[in-house]
């Protein structure tokens, strides 16, 4: 039994009581589902509810006594084994054997879709991340977002949504400005301008750019800047999508920021505010209303020299998103972007749209550390480090992890020792080595003629070891669901590594093989399900963050 046709059955078992008039309850406070956890503490039974403490006030009686009048109801169910109160009203269950064992044919049946819900589904998001300047390579706050952005994005399609990958190319501004200063002040020996960006790959660029075409530096310096801009521009942009690709982060959309300009949807945005009277004009310059909107204070979207400020970018960005088919939008900034969070609800506000179709995620601070001292500088980039500096340390797979594993609201160090080691401390390598173990225990299986398929004897799961396991391999669907619903994918990294324990204490306890002397049984064979059970969540909960799940190792 999975938690979710637990939930479902307590609350069968809630409204029964209340039919039968065991339970003083109105219609309306009666749930559709019963909240169910696994217990803080060992031995206390498979699942715990906590419906008698929300519900006792409701019912007029203490939370222990409608505890024990719904106790009776539950007990009915078919699949429970044992029904108990405990503390100040909480409910303890533990499954008929038979009943806990049996979902590890069901895990293995459904395979890949096992962990797959439709919280979502019918909903259309679209989730913006990474967006660097095409002014050199993806530095490593980036490679945090390409990994947490896909994550999400991943975990999004899991539970049904349609999802729109974006990537928004920031070609348009000062940043620009100086990157083609940049790449001509290297062209010709110059220092690098104040403000510029260095490091080797501005040499090798302006170098590749000046050997394509020698004329370049003919012309004069003006003329010459447009030139290193835009093929500079053109440069980086594939280098920036081929490692992201190798990260195994690809995009449905490449959106340009110039695009925005050239095509007249920052004018019409404009527009739009200017008719509906969210803009008004002061000093010369036109202002967004944003404060009516739950901003700390209105921002210049039209400057006093008729330029476009960031935002009037970001307004027409929004709505363009809308207009594709947007249910949501979510964007995943830097630690450096706070303001962005009010500045983009008054937008879509102001644009006589929902604030709540806007989330915005902050994302903190990465390092890189070895021998116990943080590395600083990039071999390529010089003043950064790179996403192809991390891989190069300790692979793609490595990585990934490393940057979903953590909250993003806390900022995070990677030790490269420690993630480049093929030891139980490197998260990752316990999890995969894990996966790989349950391969090798069904390869060995098929080899001694122990088939899944000549006998299935749930109830024979009886070891504790079998019970934590089964535990956990049901709350697999729950987990990625509220790591969506709570945008935080590192509750799938921590999951896999308690999934990835209870299957080591699991495999040192009971055996799938028997031994030469003993006969082959159908526990032996059940077995066989729980491990291969344990394999498909590790592989999905893998598949969800872009990791691999290796056979062997």
């Not at 202002?287 to 039209?302: A, E, N, P």
Request: aromatic share 8%; charged share 25%.
């Amino acid at each position: 039994m999975t938690p979710e046709e637990l939930s479902q059955a307590l609350a069968c078992a809630v409204k029964q009581a209340v039919a039968d008039g065991a339970v003083a309850l109105a219609p309306a406070d009666i749930p559709d589902e019963v909240r169910v956890d696994r217990p803080k503490q060992a031995g206390r039974g498979d699942w715990s509810a906590n419906i008698a403490l929300q519900l006792a006030k409701r019912a007029g009686v203490p939370p222990r006594d409608l505890a024990a009048a719904l106790t009776p109801h539950i007990a009915r169910i078919p699949a429970i084994g044992q029904v108990e109160v405990a503390g100040p009203g909480f409910i303890n269950i533990t499954l008929a054997k038979a009943a806990a064992g049996a979902l590890t044919k069901k895990i293995v049946e459904a395979g890949e879709s096992f962990g797959r819900g439709e919280d979502m589904a019918g909903l259309s998001v679209n989730v913006e991340f990474v967006s660097a300047n095409p002014t050199g390579p993806v530095h490593l706050a980036g490679a945090r977002w390409a990994a947490v952005g896909d994550t999400l994005a991943r975990l999004f399609e899991a539970e049904g949504a349609h999802v729109v990958r974006e990537y928004y190319f920031n070609d348009h501004g000062a940043q620009l400005d100086r990157f083609a200063e940049s790449l001509c002040a290297a062209a010709h020996g110059e220092p690098t301008p104040p403000n510029g960006y260095g490091g080797r790959y501005i040499k090798e660029l302006a170098d590749g750019i000046v050997q394509a075409d020698k004329t370049v530096l003919e012309t004069d310096r003006e003329t010459q800047l447009e030139a290193f801009r835009e093929r500079g521009v053109a440069a980086m942009f594939p280098e920036i999508k081929r490692s992201l690709s190798d990260f195994r982060v690809n995009f449905d959309v490449y959106f340009h920021e110039n695009s925005l300009h050239t095509s007249g949807k920052v004018e019409r945005a404009v527009e739009q505010l200017k008719e509906s009277g969210h803009l008004y004009l002061e000093d010369g310059a036109w202002w967004l209303r944003s404060t009516d909107f739950g901003d700390d204070r209105d921002r210049v979207v039209i400057k006093r020299d008729g330029a476009a400020a960031y935002i009037a970018a970001d307004i027409a960005y929004f709505r363009d998103k809308r207009q594709r088919g947007a249910d949501l939008a979510i964007y995943l900034l830097g630690a450096d972007h706070h303001g962005y969070i009010a500045r983009l609800k008054a937008a879509a506000a102001a644009l006589g749209d929902d604030p709540a179709r806007v989330e915005v995620l902050i994302g903190q601070l990465v390092f890189l550390a070895r021998g116990g001292e943080r590395v600083k500088m990039s071999k390529r980039a010089g003043t950064v480090v790179t996403l192809e500096d991390l891989v190069e340390a300790i692979g793609v797979d490595a990585a990934r992890y490393a940057m979903v594993r953590s909250s993003i609201d806390s900022s995070l160090e990677i030790d490269l020792d420690l993630w480049a080691s093929q030891t139980n401390e490197n998260p990752v390598f316990y999890v995969q080595y894990a996966h790989a173990r349950t391969s090798a225990v069904a390869r060995n299986a098929q080899a001694a003629g122990v088939e899944r398929a000549d006998g299935f004897a749930p109830d024979t799961l009886d070891h504790p070891s079998e019970a934590a396991l089964l535990a956990l391999l049901g709350s697999f669907p729950a987990t990625a669901a509220q790591a969506a619903q709570l945008r935080e994918p590192h509750r799938v990294a921590r999951y896999l590594e308690e999934l990835a324990s209870a299957y080591h204490k699991w495999y040192d306890k009971r055996r799938v093989i028997p031994l030469a002397d003993e006969p082959m049984t159908d526990t032996h064979r059940t077995r066989l399900w729980l491990n291969d059970a344990t394999r498909q969540v590790l592989a999905n909960g893998l598949a969800l963050l872009g990791v691999t799940a290796p056979e062997r190792m």
